[in-house]
Structures are given as structure tokens and as C-alpha cells.
């Protein structure tokens, strides 16, 4: 795992390579191991190394035989070794062992069709010397981070924002436009970054920059094919046997591979599957000194039954909000999720003693792990028993009625899918928005923005849409953002075996019934199915918990109400926002008058990154 940055070179810089090396240096926590450059009358390319395969070559930038070509990758390439055998018996002559190298010829033997072909996580870029050209792509997930700043004659891209902050003429503007979508989805839900002219290339994405103009393209689609004939025992097997493979080559390294392990399913799968082979495998768990919140009890019970080492810290509410500064300035942008703090701690603790570690990841959207997706089957159900007019009507009539049981239901009954959406107003309602923000900003409804997926899949039921939109904008945006950060943040890299090629292949062919099961109200279905002969019952079937944070208490106590009070009237809030009505939503809480722990963290968290961004740095 490691970080590369890069820039056009233009007439406004006056040294390539002091500017490329302050980059690279932006990012020296995703690879500390190791520096190389490469520089010509076009291109600036830099990169840093965090050493996993062939650690003693595999150096990068790497070139092609006749240095026309030159590689900066991102990511593993599982597959890589059949990959190397198939160049080899073609010609292409080898200069490392790493699994890096098989881009760069596979490139250069299949052109952008190597996209095809490459099972892993990756982002990179190729230097084509001799036609002048740029290619670029990432991960069908976006597991791997890119980003690129494009304004006039300045092209410059790499695997954090911050490493732009380097290159004089970067020219660093919030774009306040997009703090509506921010408060309603707790990230940008597009291609679009908070920084002006600063762009994520989506994951199933490539791109070509020559003369100028950059080309960007969708090169893999998520295409459901269910196949509704199949019991579940044959989806049971089914998913055993491919995640078996998949955590075998997820565990393809020169170094030790150590496993996170919560108390769900999912990273309980991964750990069991790893201890197999791996019998004193170490796994890393993360909780609180406030009981009712921790994960760490069942986490280390199940450690033993499995008998594994688990290596466990406790974070305390002075440490959770001491990190925040530092935790924003790593996610580029700012994200209120508060599950990325304790993730910060538990990958700060487990490189001290690995260097790569498996997550359990993705799993929940390939196998419809979340409780929207059992509300997406039940709406399936109500809008094909009862018409659309009539769900119109009961609907407008239900909004003006006083609240009684089922309301919501009936009124959300009357919407589209899309609109109905709940990731689309996460923590804000598109109608509170703006009594918060200081000057008008017009913005498109929220569900707008996620509309777009549930075009691209309209025969598919609701369930699988919102699992499709899911694996298009919360989990690329979101799960895999913070999970990246966080552990590259500490120079430690995160692999997801649920994110496999193959593991998708396999999940779009499963029936709806046995991802999130309406009449059993049972998510995940196949997937615990799985697990369940192989882990302990009341593991396999507990419910998801993801990262628990007393976040709801400690801002009812003295201290952390005083800390984000200050940043409520600080000169930053005073700026952007209506600094009495983020007040009320503080003291009603503290008073207990409401539950706005949420909506207090995306004000304060904004507060926080903007201070990092725009006042520090």
C-alpha cells in the first residue's frame, strides 16, 4: 500500500523536483518506507512506499523496458502471479517481483482491456512517454483513493487532496455550494470534492489526459443477474467457497497479516477463515471504558473459542475528541461519522504490530446486510398491493394527520424509491438545511443526487436498488473512505476480502430473499447461512452494530459541551453558519429535549476540517 502524487508541468512552476518531492512528502504516512521520483519536460510523477510485496525491489516509479512507459499504483493485485506468467510467455521482460509490474506490461500487451483482467484493489497511473499521454484508473469498489485538480492548464492528481496543497499553483477554495449536500449526506455523493475544482474519479473508472482534454469513462458495470431456481443450501456453498479464495489471496504478502475483529458477522468470518491457515493469526479490536458501548467482550470471547491471539485499547472521550483534528486533516474532507475515530485508534494499535490487516468491509451492501434494505422489501410489498393513486392520497392525507403508528410508512408508501431514499437525508431534511446556514444556498433536493442510480437499475426490485445505490455512493464515499484513511493515516494497510471481483460476481446472482428477507425480517441471509457452520450461533446471527460511540453521552457532559460549544461560537461557525440556532441543537440535547448528536457532529465536524484546511494549513 502505498501513495503517489503528480502534476502536468507547466511554465508557472519553476522546479519540478522540489515540488514533487513536497508532495510526496504531504502523504509520507501512507508510505514511509521509501521515496522515488520521476521527471521529464511533461510530467512530474512521486511516490511513497509503504513495502508489503517484494520488498526489497518493487520500487516505483517503474519503468518498461525502453523507459517509454512509467507506473505509480496504489492498491495489490491478487491475481498478480497468473497475471505475470501470461506477460512473460508473451515476452514482456520483468525487472521486479511485485505485483505492480503486471500492470505496467499488462498495459502495454492489452492496452485499457488489463482493466478487465486485474482482480484487487488498486488506483494508478501510466506515463505514456512517446504519444504524451496520461492513463489512469481505479478499482471497480473504490477501495483506492484518486483524486485530481483540474483548472486552466493545471492537471495535477495523486492519492490525497492535501498533497495538492504542495504545488503553488494549486489554488485552494472551499466551494460552499456543496455544504447543503454535505449536511443532508454527511459527504459529497458525487464526483464533485468541498475544494473548487478539485474531482474523486469514481471506482469502475479510467481516464485519459493528452493534449489538454481530459476523457473519463465507465469501464465495468455492477449488472444483477439473479437466478431465482437455486435453493440456499447451493448459495451457502457458493459463497464458502469463493470467500475461502478470496481471503486466501487477500492474505498474499511478504509481511504478517493481522485482522480487525468487531462483534458482527463479517469481520468474524474473515478471522475464522484467516485462522485456518493462520492459526496464531493476531486479531485487533477497539472498544470504550463505557460498557454498554464496547464491542470488546464479545469480540475476545470469540477470539478464544476460534483460538486466536486478540490484541485490544479502550478510547476515552478526551482521546476521542483530542483526535479530531488530526483525524480531519487525514480525510481530506470533512466526515461526521464518528464511527472513524475509534477506527483511527484500533489501526493505530494493530501497526504496531502488523503492517497489513483483513476487514470485513462490503459485505453489507453485496449481501444486504443493512435494516433499509428489509424497509426496501416492505415498500416492494405495499406499492404492488395497493395502487398509486390510492398510496397518493393516503399519503397526503397521513402528512397532515397527528402522529399515529405507521405514518411514516404510509407517507414515505406515497414516494418513488429514490425519494424515499433514507441515505439521501442522512442527518439534515432538505427543508432544515437552510436555517442553519448563514447566507441562501440554492441546492437540489438530496434524493436528487442519488436519483441517477436508481436509473440506471429501474426493473430491479427495491431491496437491490438501494443495495446498487449503496455500492455507488455511501459505501465508496463513506465505509471505504474512512477505512482507507484511517489505517493509511497509521501506515497500516486495510484489505477487504469481501470486496473481491469474484465475491460480486457471485452476490448480484443471489435472490433477493436470501439477501435481506422480508418475512424473517433477516439480513444477510445466505451470507449467515454460510457463517453459521462455521462460527458459534450467536455470533453468525447477531445483529449489526458497526462501530457503537457514547458520542449521545459525553456531549451531555459539562466538558465536551463547553468544547463544542466554542467551536459553535468560534469565528469559523460565525462564517458559514446561524451560530444560535447550532446552539439550540446543543442545549437541547445537553437538556435531554432531543437526540441531536448527529446533527451537532456534522456542525462541529465541518468546524474542525475547515479550521485544518483553511486556518492551519
Known sequence: MCGFVGFWNTPEVADYETVIHAMADRIIHRGPDDAHYYVDDDISLGFRRLS?????????????EDGSKALLFNGEIYNYQSLREDLLQKGHTFTTKSDSETILHGYEEYGK??????????????WDKKEKKLFGARDIFGIKPFYYYKKGNQFMFGSEIKSFLSHPCFEKELDEEKIPEYLSYEYIPYENTIFKNVY?????HCFVYQNGKLEVERYYRIQYRIEEDKPLEYWEDAIAKEFTESVAMHQISDVEVGCFLSSGVDS?????EISKGTKKVKTFSVGYEEEKYSELPYAQDFSKVVGVPNISNKVSADDFFDAMPEIQYFMDEPLPNPSEIPLYFLAQNARKYVKVVLSGEGADELFGGYPMYLQGGHFQRYTKKIPRPVRKMAGAVAKRLPEFKGKHFIVRGAMEPYQRFMRANYVF???????????????????EYS???????????????????????WMIYDILLKADRMSMANSLELRVPFLDKKMLELSVRIPTRFRADCATETTKKALRSAAIKQLPERTANKKKLGFPVPLTDWLREDKYYNKVKDAFQSDIAEKFFVTKELMKLLDDHKAGKALNMQ????FYTFIIWYDQFFIKN
Open 52 to 64: 508489503i510485496i517484494d520488498l526489497e525491489g518493487g520500487r516505483q516509479p517503474i519503468l518498461n
Open 113 to 126: 482491456e488489463i482493466l478487465q483482467k486485474l482482480r484487487g484493489m488498486f488506483a494508478f497511473v501510466i
Open 200 to 204: 474523486k474519479l469514481p471506482g469502475a
Open 268 to 272: 468474524s468470518y474473515v478471522v475464522k
Open 429 to 447: 431534511q432538505s427543508a432544515e438545511r437552510q436555517k442553519y446556514l448563514k447566507r441562501t444556498i440554492t441546492s437540489s433536493l438530496p434524493e
Open 451 to 473: 436519483r441517477r442510480y436508481f436509473d440506471e437499475v429501474p426493473g430491479l426490485d427495491e431491496p437491490t436498488q438501494l443495495q446498487y445505490v449503496d455500492m455507488h455512493t
Open 599 to 602: 446533527k451537532i457532529w456534522s
